[in-house]
């Protein structure tokens, strides 16, 4: 005679499924959609205004964040962003590697910045999804597939 399974497990794993996947997908919805749109941003003439390499202290260590000002013109209004890409990249732990990305800029240095037609105050340098973009969607989907294999083996 066969043994009855447990439907315990099961259960739990479909009802966590149902509370995790939605916190998981939303930030992947969200980066679809802003990695999507941010094409359709416009290249406009910018000029950097500033540049400089912070340092965070924080409990897991050192954080270095290169920030970068730059300027530009849509309609003949004046905008000011500090934002790279549409992830909103932040710093490394890696100074060398902060460094090098800041170095690419120099004050008074001519760039191609990308704005939003339907909001020109909103602007990036790079239209690209970085490789965290990639980390998360890969990410997610090892996750549920986890879920989905330990599921099925309950």
């Known amino acids: 005679m066969k043994p009855l399974r447990d439907p315990i497990p099961r259960t739990w794993g479909i009802l966590s499924g149902l509370v995790v996947v939605p916190f998981m997908a939303l930030p992947l919805v969200q980066w679809r959609r802003t990695s999507v749109v941010a094409w359709t941003w416009v ?3 910018a000029v950097v205004l500033s540049r400089e390499l912070e340092v965070w202290d924080g409990e897991e260590g050192r954080t270095y964040v290169p920030r970068i000002r730059y300027a530009y013109e849509v309609g003949g209004r004046r905008h000011e962003s500090r934002q790279f890409d549409v992830m909103g990249r932040e710093g490394s732990r890696m ?3 902060s460094q090098a990305f800041l170095d690419r800029f120099q004050v008074g240095q001519k760039v191609t910045a990308y704005h939003d037609p339907e909001d020109p105050a909103r602007a990036v340098l790079f239209r690209e999804v ?3 973009g990639y980390l998360l969607v890969f990410g997610i989907a ?4 986890d879920r989905l294999m330990r599921s099925r083996a309950c």
């Open 95 to 97: 100074r060398g590697e």
């Open 130 to 132: 970085g490789a965290q």
């Open 142 to 145: 090892w996750i549920l597939l």
């Open 43 to 45: 290249p406009v003439p």
